[in-house]
């Protein structure tokens, strides 16, 4: 039961923190900028995957080959050099690919004979992957094709090299199609709770040490146990808000993207927020439990800044981890990473597992509770006080 000592306190912390236009500004730049950044880079992933550029590469002995450079310029690959420009004026992009046509290669067509051509690109070069898989793509489309017609002018059937005919049947929603983008949006907002209070946390520990402010509230007669709770609480509600201000600038935000062209639906729906904020409580407990706790041990305001840093790294590897399928499945039951799971599986309508999301939080709270005894019993310590 929370006392008035608590309250009294929880309210002061975070009228401290409204004033210290850090602790807020920083809360706020997560809280507004991530999803709306997360939103350009959607958009700009859909715009690329729908409407691919022209890609422009060297095609040599072009001449030797006109229906294989007309086919390759209808999906959009065509023969440039350096001093081609586009209808804007602007000098075309030329990718370091080079695509050499052999000198044989009309004689060996017409005698259905097998034509060679050679792609020649820096395979290592990370700009490229993209743009030479495109190319081998409609390579081996074009052969496939070319290999169709020389059957049918022998009277035989193309199918009797397919001997497989595979049919593939996928069973995804709409939804669950856009759960896989949300799975990644879900764990920004799930890391919303790690940082919109970490400046506060360490504000109101390494900070008040540092400012002397400590060994004064220390000194009033209330017990160590109610100051911490009241930081943690403080901490935690300012994480809670970092958390309900993404998700509504999520919500708004992610309306304007066209999923619709990649056939799919992503919706931030009510009852989702909801769950977010039920499911992201525990998380809050715990990161602003973790982050007092750390910044306590820290000698300094930028001691803490630094081992902080580095400790908001697991959260969001046990997140990535549980969600890419890298690490082994009891990865998901521990915590942060089986709250995810349990969000991902509810935006992509399938069933909630219970026993895995009962199971983590369980965990995140015996965490949270241990760190804020393991804060009570340090401020005992003048070491701790004093940062001696």
């Not at 409407?51 to 959009?76: H, R, T």
């Not at 049919?167 to 990644?184: F, M, Q, Y």
Request: aromatic share 6%; glycine share 6%; hydrophobic share 50%.
């Amino acid at each position: 039961m929370i006392n008035s000592n608590i309250i009294t306190m929880v309210r002061k912390e975070l009228i401290d923190a409204a004033r210290d236009k850090r602790s807020v500004m920083a809360g706020l730049y997560y809280a507004i900028g991530t999803p709306l950044l997360m939103c350009a880079m959607f958009m700009l992933l859909i715009g690329q995957m729908t409407s691919p550029e022209d890609l422009n590469i060297k095609i040599e002995n072009g001449n030797n080959a006109p229906d294989l450079v007309k086919y390759l310029s209808s999906k959009g690959i065509t023969d440039g050099d350096n001093h081609n420009t586009n209808d804007q004026g602007e000098q075309l992009d030329i990718k370091d690919i080079r695509l050499v046509i052999s000198d044989d290669y009309a004689a060996q067509m017409a005698k259905g004979m097998s034509a060679e051509v050679t792609l020649i690109s820096d395979n290592s070069n990370e700009k490229l992957q993209n743009s030479i898989r495109r190319l081998e793509r409609n390579l081996q489309t074009y052969s496939a094709e070319m290999g169709s017609l020389r059957l049918i002018a022998r009277g035989i059937d193309p199918r009797v090299v397919q001997p497989l005919k595979v049919n593939v049947e996928d069973e995804a929603t709409p939804d669950s199609k856009g759960g896989v983008i949300l799975g990644v949006a879900t764990m920004t907002m799930i890391y919303a709770v790690f940082i919109s209070g970490m400046n506060l946390a360490i504000d109101t520990s390494a900070g008040e040490r540092e400012r002397n402010s400590l060994a004064l509230l220390l000194s009033h007669p209330v017990s160590t146990r109610n100051i911490v709770l009241a930081k943690v609480i403080a901490v935690t509600v300012f994480a809670m808000i970092g958390l309900l201000l993404t998700l509504i600038i999520s919500k708004i935000s992610y309306a304007f993207v066209p999923w619709h062209e990649l056939g799919f639906t992503v919706s931030i729906s009510t009852e989702f927020i909801l769950l977010m904020l039920l499911v992201g409580l525990p998380i809050a407990l715990m990161a602003a439990s973790l982050q007092l706790f750390v910044s306590f041990m820290a000698k300094s305001f930028k001691e803490a800044q630094s081992y902080l840093t580095l400790v908001l790294i697991v959260p969001m590897m046990l997140s990535m981890a549980a969600s890419y399928n890298i690490a082994p499945d009891t990865l998901q039951w521990l915590p942060v990473s089986g709250q995810q799971q349990a969000l991902i599986a509810f935006i992509k309508g399938r069933e909630i597992p219970m026993l895995q999301l009962l199971l983590s939080s369980l965990t995140t709270l015996i965490i949270a509770i241990g760190l804020t005894l393991g804060m009570e019993k340090s401020l005992k310590s003048e070491k701790i006080v004093f940062g001696l």
